[in-house]
C-alpha cells in the first residue's frame, strides 16, 4: 500500500512539476490584449520624454504583454485624440505639468495623457 501512495505521489509531482514548468516557458505569463490594444501600447511609447524612456517602454510592452484577447481591465482612454492605455510613466517634467493642469482645473486622467503627449517644456 505504501508504495502504491508513494508511487502516485511522485507521478503527481513529476505532472505538476511539468506543467508548472511548461506554464512558465510559454510566456503565458504575459497579460492578454488585442492587437489594437498591442499597438497603442507600444505607439504610446514615443510620447515617453526621451530615446532611453522610449526604448524602455517598448521592452516593459514586449515583455508584459502578449497578442491574444481583448483584455477588458486594460485601462485605456483617449484625450485630444490620443489614446494611452495601462499606468504612464511620467518624466519629472510631465508630472509638473499634470499637477499645475489639475490645479487649473483639468482632470487628473486627462491631464495626464495631454502632458504625457504634448508637454515639451524645460527641467
Known amino acids: 500500500m505504501n508504495r502504491i501512495i508513494c ?9 505538476l512539476a511539468t506543467a508548472g514548468a511548461g506554464h512558465v516557458m510559454d510566456g503565458s505569463c504575459k497579460k492578454q490584449v488585442d492587437r ?3 499597438r497603442i501600447l507600444i505607439n504610446q511609447c514615443k510620447f515617453a520624454d526621451t ?3 522610449r526604448e ?4 516593459k510592452v514586449r515583455r508584459t504583454y502578449t497578442i491574444g484577447a481583448t483584455n477588458p481591465n486594460l485601462d485605456c482612454r483617449t484625450y485630444s485624440s490620443v489614446t494611452v492605455c495601462g499606468k504612464l510613466k511620467l518624466s519629472p ?8 493642469s489639475v490645479h487649473s482645473g483639468l482632470t487628473r486622467r486627462r491631464s495626464e495623457v495631454e502632458c504625457y503627449a504634448f508637454y515639451k517644456g524645460r527641467n
Open 93 to 100: 517634467r510631465q508630472r509638473r505639468c499634470v499637477r499645475e
Open 7 to 15: 508511487v502516485a505521489a511522485l507521478a503527481a509531482m513529476t505532472t
Open 56 to 59: 524602455e517602454c517598448r521592452a
Open 36 to 38: 489594437g490594444q498591442y
Open 51 to 53: 530615446k532611453a524612456a
